[in-house]
């Protein structure tokens, strides 16, 4: 039988907080300690997926794929105008702003 290893960790939090989590625990019928299982486990997967889209971006710019401020601000100022401007684009890909 494989054994796991666990580890307490304990935090105060607002009674308001803990009450909603005693809600939830109480609707789906779990454990006060699943719910905040699943929550810090989605808020790592979270975090990590911050860093992996921060570290992405500050490459993009130390490659320079970037598009210059003031096409950004050309293009945005033109969308409330009869004759908005298209898109900024680099390296053929459309801008995700």
Request: glycine share 4%.
């Amino acid at each position: 039988m494989a054994s796991t290893t666990n580890k307490v960790l304990t935090a105060h939090v607002p009674l308001s907080l803990a009450e909603k989590v005693d809600l939830i625990a109480e609707r789906l019928e779990r454990s006060r300690g699943w719910i905040m299982k699943q929550a810090l486990t989605a808020w790592l997967d979270q975090e990590e997926e911050r860093e992996r889209l921060t570290r992405e971006a500050l490459l993009d710019v130390d490659e320079g794929n970037v598009i210059d401020h003031q096409a950004i601000q050309a293009w945005a100022d033109s969308l409330s105008s009869d004759k908005p401007l298209p898109a900024p684009r680099y390296r053929g890909c459309v801008s995700q702003i």
